[in-house]
């Protein structure tokens, strides 16, 4: 019976170490073992077997992206000018063994080392570069802070300045100047769109000039070919009146007539005084011996010179 209970607690004790050298490790962590207070060995995700009482397994250590937002810090650039930054620091573990030997307090040792790493960058920058070059500042910070925390086996990843705060009184300042160049913007823009308009306008109206010199000068023509063409055709008309009368051979009573026809018209007129022959037959006389002479001329026979 002793036997038996001496069995069941060497065996309840075995099952005990048994359990505690059984050392499961999570994804995306690693675990340091120490043999008799010396580093031994890393474990990483899986299962593994330690010693009881010899081993010490510290702490799982996260090997995921870490993010580190620090408090703002009082930061004095190159004009003297206070200001207020916070920072936001991602970085990782890439080395178990040196991030647990490395330093002691790794995230106050980042949070130191970025503070003194702000206010050396800045203290070579006035204040309007400041506020426009956080690029710059970014990328100066992530070089100087990775290569200093490599010995920790820190990886950082990113730095990023989070809030820039100036004083208040310059907060204001910048906010005035900042309106009064807008106000500047909107000036230019609006003398410009005037200076457009005024332009467009002129323009418009130089067309319309042209346009209506070119109707003018078309009118124009087209009115002196109409006058041409009518001129012709009364001409022409006319002409052919006078063969038409010659070749009818008018008579004393038609050229009469006509001469009656004349007094007619020239009585129409406007003319305060008219003088009337008195032997009005003489008119038609001379009518007719104008007339006889005009026949004997177109009888003529027309000669042509030999040379």
């Not at 009881?52 to 996260?62: E, V």
Request: charged share 30%; with cysteine; glycine share 4%.
């Amino acid at each position: 019976m002793v036997a038996g209970i001496i069995l069941g607690v060497l065996g309840g004790l075995l099952l005990i170490i048994l359990c505690t050298s059984i050392r499961i490790v999570r994804q995306a962590t690693a675990v340091v073992v120490e043999r008799l207070g010396k580093y031994h060995k890393t474990l990483e995700t899986g299962v593994h077997m330690v010693v009881p009482f010899f081993d010490r397994c510290s702490r799982p250590i996260s090997l995921k992206e870490i993010v580190a937002d620090f408090k703002p810090q009082p930061v004095i650039t190159k004009d003297n000018v206070t200001m207020q930054i916070d920072t936001v620091v991602y970085f990782s573990v890439t080395d178990p063994k040196l991030f647990s030997y490395g330093v002691d307090n790794p995230i106050r040792a980042i949070e130191n080392l970025t503070a003194t790493t702000l206010r050396n960058i800045v203290g070579e920058l006035e204040l309007d570069e400041t506020l426009t070059s956080r690029d710059i500042v970014n990328t100066k910070m992530r070089n100087i802070i990775d290569e200093a925390t490599d010995p920790w086996g820190i990886k950082i990843n990113r730095v990023e300045l989070k809030n820039i705060l100036p004083p208040r009184d310059i907060q204001e300042a910048m906010e005035k100047q900042m309106r009064a160049e807008r106000e500047r913007r909107e000036q230019i823009l609006r003398a410009e769109g005037e200076k457009k308009s005024s332009i467009l306008v002129a323009e418009g109206e130089k067309q319309a000039q042209i346009l209506r010199a070119e109707a003018a000068k078309e009118t124009e023509i087209l009115q002196a070919e109409a006058d041409k063409a009518a001129t012709i055709a009364r001409a022409e008309g006319e002409s052919k009146a006078i063969d038409l009368i010659n070749k009818a051979n008018p008579n004393a009573a038609y050229i009469t007539l006509q001469g009656f026809e004349a007094l007619k018209v020239l009585a129409d007129g406007q003319s305060t005084k008219l003088i009337v022959p008195s032997e009005i037959q003489n008119v038609s006389g001379l009518l007719a011996s104008l007339t006889e002479v005009v026949k004997s001329t177109d009888k003529k026979p027309k000669t042509t010179s030999k040379k």
